[in-house]
């Protein structure tokens, strides 16, 4: 059974005393009948939580949900280290906690799109006008007309990097950006949607170097961080702090030749490679705004119950409620995905939800946000006052986990009450 569990299922060994590996907040958690909610439903949303644990797909989980502004759930099980399928019995197990932060993968395009609307709300760019009327070069290869609002949207025509290109040239941002001005397009009207796993990122980067002079983290920590008071949240991480992170795990079935083309195509590599990159400290070194945004959970559900409030944080505007708005603004119809190859709504920069059931649970038509690498969700539901972030560390494809998963994101939505009477988020702010 160690073996199966081990070098065919690749699943992390499950403690039987489960007490022994849950942290809970209990100071930040406040009561939830304050909010309208029953202890009950919140320890059943929980027990879904730990539904997710006991497959093994997931060696950690970090859980934060707010409801109308207040924490009814900051809790942490499992390992953040050391008990991944090829760790070792001997190897030191670092217990995760509701302070154990983790890289949010593609997650990281949701805060990155937002950055991108505040940089128009300080009058520096206009979402509309080309890349390439701020950053030139890019205009290379017939790029010329392609727009900020295109890359945010995922509809600008470069969904991937140039092939056989080695993963660790993202360690390199200006040869990155160079890779992306010399490649071809596979379009440049935005007709078609193509989720940029990674690309978009350095292109919204390079946007905000020109005309701000800094690079994303320096405009992250004065226009979100600092004034939000986040330890985290950043672009990858610096060295003295990366022995609180979360390492990530390559867990589940390996994929067959199909999927694994799949993943190939939409990640630029095998699964198991991916995991070596996404430990690897260069590439917490480096700033990849599409995919290395660390965090723990409180303050990714913080970061989305900002926009809930318009924008407010406390007594802070962090930015305009108009922003906000444009942010989660639906572009485009429902379509195909030509990476994902799923029935998406995107705004430009972000996922948003659906009817009758959508990415973020039933009835979620007016819900944004974005998931990481499959398995990180974060979001936000005005229809039920509802700020949510579940960080994972597995980083399964195809794996028994997908319905206790799925049954997980569906309990947070079907036990938080809804309400039909709250106007659509745009009208809330007029």
Known sequence: MEFLRKQVLHLSAIPRDLDSVITIDAEKEVDPQEVGMLHADVEKIWNNVIKVYKTGV??????SLRRQGKIIMSRAIGHARGNGPADHAETP?????????????????????????????????????????????????????ITIHQILAHRGGIPGLPKNVALDTLWDEDATWELLCDAEPIMTDGSKLAYHAIT???????????????????????????PMGMQHFTYGMPAEKLPQLALNYATGPRPGMLLGAFIKRALGSDIVTVEGLCNDPRFYQAIIPAGNLVATADEVS?????????GKWGRKR??????????????????????????????????????????????????????????????????????????????????????PLANLIRSIGNLTPRSDEIQPFALQFK
């Not at 350095?202 to 600092?226: P, S, W």
């Not at 970061?303 to 318009?310: A, E, I, P, T």
């Not at 799923?342 to 009758?356: C, K, N, T, W």
Request: glycine share 8%; with cysteine.
């Open 58 to 63: 997931h060696p950690a989980i970090t859980v």
């Open 93 to 145: 197990k670092v217990l995760a906690t509701p302070d154990t932060p983790m890289c949010l993968f593609s997650t990281s395009k949701a805060v990155t799109a937002v950055l991108m609307h505040m940089l128009a709300e300080d009058g520096l760019i206009n979402v509309m006008d080309p890349v390439s009327f701020y950053a030139p070069e890019f205009a290379r290869k017939g790029k010329g007309n």
């Open 200 to 226: 978009g990122g350095f292109v919204l980067e390079r946007v905000i170097r020109k005309v701000t002079g800094e690079n994303i983290n320096a405009y992250i920590d004065r226009k979100v961080r600092q």
């Open 302 to 310: 913080a970061f989305f119950q900002m926009m809930l409030n318009g």
């Open 318 to 403: 962090i930015c305009a409620e108009s922003t906000v708005v444009r942010a989660v603004q639906e572009f485009g119809k429902r379509t195909i995905d030509g990476t994902l190859f799923l029935p998406m709504r995107y705004s430009a920069g972000l996922m948003l939800g659906d009817e009758p059931f959508g990415i973020w649970g039933p009835h979620s038509s007016q819900a944004f946000g974005h998931v990481g690498l499959i398995n990180k969700f974060a979001w936000a539901d005005p229809q039920r006052e509802l700020s949510a972030t579940v960080l994972t560390s597995g980083i399964p494809v195809i794996a028994h986990h997908i319905l």
